[in-house]
């Protein structure tokens, strides 16, 4: 079936950058999307890609996209303090209704 | 409404009772998803609806669990006879369908613990 897999855990210190990698398995996928989950809160989307573009950028964001390795990632710039979250990646096809989810990447930023 | 409302926020029950999460989704949003996340988990599909059409159950994880959904909006998701594992957040989500380009918009979901 299809899987998104994601690493657990990163830490950066403030002002770095943070990059969040993600993988799936879905040749068909069509959108792929990164969600931001702030601790007692629901998930928040923080920006898409189409399958046929390799890069978008959004302020301090910028997502990669191989579609050949199916490797998915999230760069953050300049990461702050307010950036520390768990990370989600998900992806959807034209043949499934509901997203697939990957297991979260916690992001730990230390001042 | 201006977002998607979930409640109640927090739940505990006893094994073996039933329990009802409610959802109310964006307004106009034809689309509404359950998911669960369970700790250090990802997120789980449990059922999804769309319009009126019949909805997509093939992530409901045993006949326990069924949801509903009212006049295309609110949504309840009932849990019969729970067991400790159905301990976990249930986040609902609905979404304008047609571009699934705009993503989901999720309520803050219901944590329940079942003792």
């Known amino acids: 079936g299809e899987d998104v897999e994601q690493s657990l855990f990163l830490s950066v210190r403030e002002g770095d950058s943070s990059v969040i990698n993600c993988t799936y398995t879905d040749s068909s996928s069509t959108y792929l999307y990164w969600y931001k989950q702030e601790p007692g809160a629901g998930l928040q989307l923080l920006t898409y890609i189409f399958s046929n573009m390799d890069m978008k950028q959004d302020q301090r964001l910028t997502v990669l996209l191989n579609k050949k390795d199916k490797h998915l990632s999230l760069r953050i710039a300049d990461t702050q303090t307010g950036d520390s979250a768990i990370y989600f990646c998900?992806?959807?096809?034209?043949?499934?209704?509901?997203?697939?989810f990957g297991s979260g990447t916690r992001l730990q930023v230390q001042p | 409404g201006a977002g998607v409302s979930q409640s109640p926020s927090n739940k505990v029950t006893e094994k073996g009772k039933d329990v009802e999460l409610r959802c109310d989704p964006i307004?106009?949003?034809?689309?509404l998803y359950w998911y669960r996340q369970s700790l250090g988990q990802g997120l789980e599909f449990l059922i999804y609806f769309q319009g009126n059409s019949a909805p997509d159950k093939s992530g409901l994880p045993s006949d326990r669990f069924s949801a509903e959904r009212t006049g295309g909006s609110v949504s309840t998701l009932t849990i019969q006879r729970t067991q400790q594992e159905d301990s976990a957040v249930y986040l609902c989500?609905?979404?304008?369908?047609?571009?699934?380009?705009?993503?989901?918009?999720f309520g803050s979901g219901t944590r329940l613990t079942v003792v």
């Open positions: 989500a609905s979404s304008s369908s047609g571009d699934r380009g705009y993503g989901y918009t």
């Open positions: 998900a992806e959807a096809d034209t043949g499934r209704r509901a997203l697939t």
């Open positions: 307004s106009g949003h034809t689309a």
